[in-house]
């Protein structure tokens, strides 16, 4: 039998995306195991929802080091004594430096609650929703050493309405966040992720038909 694929997830928030990895990993339906779970807060809820699902996790307080590439290093080494394959960002609050991009090349994932390249960083539902956006949605990518800049392999399109909020917009978003985050890591734990610069092509998968138009053609 194939080992199943060693999967650390870092958050920095409530961990509703580890929650989603965690059910479906318990269900069955993720060939991974969850070997590792780092935060750099140390009130932060994931750390409590790895704790009860019997994870092993880890705080690494970013405030604790004088230089980015120090936490980075400290980070690096738990991953590595976890042996870990494959490195899930899930609301993890930190830029990541070259330190941890050369000790996992093209082995961090991230999920990003927008259209990306469209509203990278912070607040992407308030930018959405100033900018007069008719969809947003999320975005799966590899991590590079800029901020949402990696290359892209899954994307949910989520249409906005005219009387959302950031709030309401957030929890459709974050919906669909729950299902493409969870089928991008299955695909890497399948190996069907195949990398060529900036093009993320997944072996087998098929490509999407359906053009959203919105508000709707009368």
């Known amino acids: ?40 807060n ?15 996790n880890l705080c690494i307080n970013h405030r604790n080091f004088p230089q980015r590439q120090d936490f980075d290093r400290a980070v690096v080494t738990a ?18 430096s070259k330190v941890f991009l050369e000790a996992f090349p093209q082995r961090i ?28 949605g999320c975005t799966v990518h590899l991590v590079d ?17 005219s009387n959302d909020t950031e709030s309401t ?3 459709r978003i974050l919906e669909q966040e729950h299902k493409i985050y969870p089928q991008a890591i299955q695909w890497f734990a399948e190996g069907r992720i195949i990398i060529q610069g900036r093009s993320v092509t997944v072996s087998g998968a098929r490509s999407a038909d359906v053009a959203l138009i919105n508000p709707a053609c009368e």
Not at 23 to 39: A, C, P, R, T
Not at 118 to 127: C, D, E, N, T
Not at 155 to 161: N, T
Request: hydrophobic fraction near 50%; charge should be positive; proline fraction near 6%.
């Open 1 to 40: 039998m194939k080992p199943k694929l060693r999967l650390a997830v870092l958050a920095s928030g409530s961990g509703t995306n580890l929650q989603s990895l965690i059910d479906q990993s318990q269900q069955g339906k993720l060939d991974v195991e969850i070997v590792l779970v780092i935060s750099n």
């Open 42 to 56: 140390p009130q932060s809820g994931a750390l409590e929802r790895a704790a009860s699902a019997g994870i092993k």
């Open 79 to 96: 991953l590595q004594q976890a042996k870990t394959d494959l490195v899930a960002l899930a609301g993890f609050m930190r830029i990541i």
């Open 109 to 136: 994932i991230n999920i990003h609650p927008a259209l990306l390249p469209a509203f990278p960083g912070l607040h992407v539902q308030k930018k959405a929703l100033e900018y007069g956006a008719r969809f947003s």
């Open 145 to 161: 050493d800029d901020v949402d800049t990696g290359p892209i392999i899954l994307q949910a399109v989520v249409p906005i309405h």
């Open 169 to 171: 917009l957030a929890a």
